[in-house]
């Protein structure tokens, strides 16, 4: 569906996407369900909640259509292309991920291309050089990742957890091995499930977080290609560059 020119989720599809997806519904205004207080921010992509959307920041570039639900908030010194209609006024829309930990879960045994790791975990262990090992790590427990990761070299990895996970390494590049995820936190908590905080590098994929909130800080050192889909999303920090990537979400 298409409104003033730009094109806009369909609610009949289960694979629109955004570059910003925020799964909790019908939440009033006010509620800071996509809360934005990062500022300087290059965004290309449509941004979606399923209830307000409040950006504080400014000089952001938000490239895309902000669709709310239930209202917005949005700085005055801040750029929206297009800018007419924009935002607009939307629909609860379905998560157009869709996923459970047992779309990735493949048994306690592990194997070259899948680490099973019962328990808390900071993954220290499988990295090499700043690379992790290549394959699907599926934690039973929570991620605390701290490790410095290679810029040059990319890490091919789908992290999931049954709990959260806590990416605070100082530099990223991952890029997903299956399915398009990156990182999937499976916690069910009023508050941080899955925070990503880097100051350089890049990854692509999907970050999901359908039971628990996103926050993620980027930097001008660090570019995001792909989707954040959580029950809430917040993007702190500075001058980070943001891309929605389609090829994650193929038509249905």
Not at 57 to 74: D, K
Not at 75 to 86: I, K, Q, R, V
Not at 178 to 197: H, P, V
Request: hydrophobic share 30%; proline share 6%.
């Amino acid at each position: 569906m298409c409104q003033g020119g730009a094109c806009v989720c369909d609610p009949a599809s289960q694979a629109c996407g955004g570059v910003v997806f925020a799964i909790s519904p019908n939440q009033p205004n006010g509620s800071n369900v996509v809360n934005w207080p990062g500022s300087a921010w290059t965004v290309s992509g449509t941004i979606h909640s399923n209830s307000d959307v409040a950006i504080s920041g400014t000089g952001n570039v938000i490239n895309g259509v902000i669709e709310h639900v239930t209202g917005f908030t949005i700085s005055p010194d801040n750029t929206l292309n297009p800018s007419t209609n924009n935002p607009v006024k939307s629909t609860v829309l379905p998560d157009p991920v869709n996923k459970t930990p047992a779309d990735f879960y493949q048994g306690t045994a592990s194997t070259a291309t899948y680490h099973y790791i019962n328990g808390n975990t900071s993954l220290s262990s499988y990295v090499t050089n700043g690379v992790l090992q290549s394959g699907i790590y599926y934690v039973n427990g929570n991620i605390d990742f701290f490790t410095t990761m290679s810029q040059t070299v990319t890490s091919n990895v789908t992290l999931v957890a049954t709990g959260s996970i806590y990416v605070h390494s100082a530099t990223l590049n991952i890029r997903p091995y299956y399915s398009g995820m990156a990182f999937f936190a499976n916690a069910t908590i009023s508050g941080n499930g899955l925070t990503i905080t880097p100051s350089g590098g890049s990854w692509r994929g999907i970050v999901y977080a359908p039971h628990s909130y996103i926050t993620y800080s980027g930097s001008a050192n660090t570019t995001g290609a792909g989707s954040l889909v959580g029950n809430r999303v917040t993007i702190n920090g500075s001058a980070g560059h943001l891309t929605y990537d389609s090829s994650l979400f193929p038509p249905p």
